[in-house]
Nanobody, 122 residues
Framework: QVQLVESGGGLVQAGGSLRLSCADS????????MGWFRKAPGAEREFVAA????????YYADSVKGRFTISRGNVKNSAYLQMNSLKPEDTAVYYC???????????????WGQGTQVTVSS
């Protein structure tokens, strides 16, 4: 079973930075791509970023390119999202996701964490 646990959310002023972490505390082992989605109040859930199992390939939503960086951790199925130059419109619940496919993880990931709140004040 895959159990994704996020941490690192919080309140930050516009222009500030936050780093989100995600770890798989489950016992199921597979080579997963990892990623992040977010959902703002009143908005649809949207893809943010993804990284391949090897870490060689990364993908970003246009809205975060140049500001966010996704990376893998050394522990299996772990990932980070470094968020810089944060804007009020980045305010959302951020979800860590995992999937065996690089296409699937950007559209309909198979595994989701519980989410962590990120609030950016103006």
């Amino acid at each position: 079973q895959v159990q994704l646990v996020e941490s690192g959310g919080g309140l930050v002023q516009a222009g500030g930075s936050l780093r989100l972490s995600c770890a798989d505390s489950g016992r199921y082992f597979s080579r997963f791509a990892m990623g992040w989605f977010r959902k703002a109040p009143g908005a649809e859930r949207e893809f943010v970023a993804a990284v391949s199992w090897t870490g060689d390939s990364t993908y970003y939503a246009d809205s975060v390119k140049g500001r966010f960086t996704i990376s893998r951790g050394n522990v299996k199925n772990s990932a980070y999202l470094q968020m810089n130059s944060l804007k009020p419109e980045d305010t959302a619940v951020y979800y860590c996701v995992a999937d065996e496919g690089l296409v699937t993880i950007r559209r309909a990931p198979g595994y989701w964490g519980q989410g962590t709140q990120v609030t950016v004040s103006s």
